[in-house]
């Protein structure tokens, strides 16, 4: 049984930071991708960023580039999100999603699997 249990959202001003983690249990870490992806209110849920099994592959949205780094330590099983220089615009719950998959993907419907989501909000 696949578990994910996100944490580290929060309130910060503009310009903040942020790290947001995702500890994963179930599958070994190693084989599969892992994304994040983002819901404003009132919006679909949107693809954030995602990296490959081994870390080598990685895919931002055009949005955060520059400014989130996604990032894995496999062997503590935990996927990380390090969101830099927040706009007001960041605001949403964040949900981090497993594939079964070890490639990367930008593609909501290839995720398998969803963890509870964490709040992020940023005041301007």
């Known amino acids: 049984q696949v578990q994910l249990v996100e944490s580290g959202g929060g309130l910060v001003q503009a310009g903040g930071s942020l790290r947001l983690s995702c500890v994963a249990s179930?599958?070994?870490?190693?084989?599969?991708?892992m994304g994040w992806f983002s819901q404003a209110p009132g919006k679909e849920r949107e693809f954030v960023a995602t990296?490959?099994?081994?870390?080598?592959?990685?895919y931002y949205t055009d949005s955060v580039k520059g400014r989130f780094t996604i990032s894995r330590d496999n062997a503590k099983n935990t996927v990380y999100l390090q969101m830099n220089s927040l706009k007001p615009e960041d605001t949403a719950v964040y949900y981090c999603?497993?594939?079964?998959?070890?490639?990367?993907?930008?593609?909501?419907?290839?995720?398998?699997?969803w963890g509870q989501g964490t709040q992020v909000t940023v005041s301007s």
């Open positions: 999603a497993q594939r079964k998959d070890f490639f990367a993907s930008r593609l909501i419907n290839e995720y398998a699997d």
């Open positions: 990296i490959s099994g081994s870390g080598g592959t990685i």
């Open positions: 179930g599958r070994t870490l190693s084989s599969v991708a």
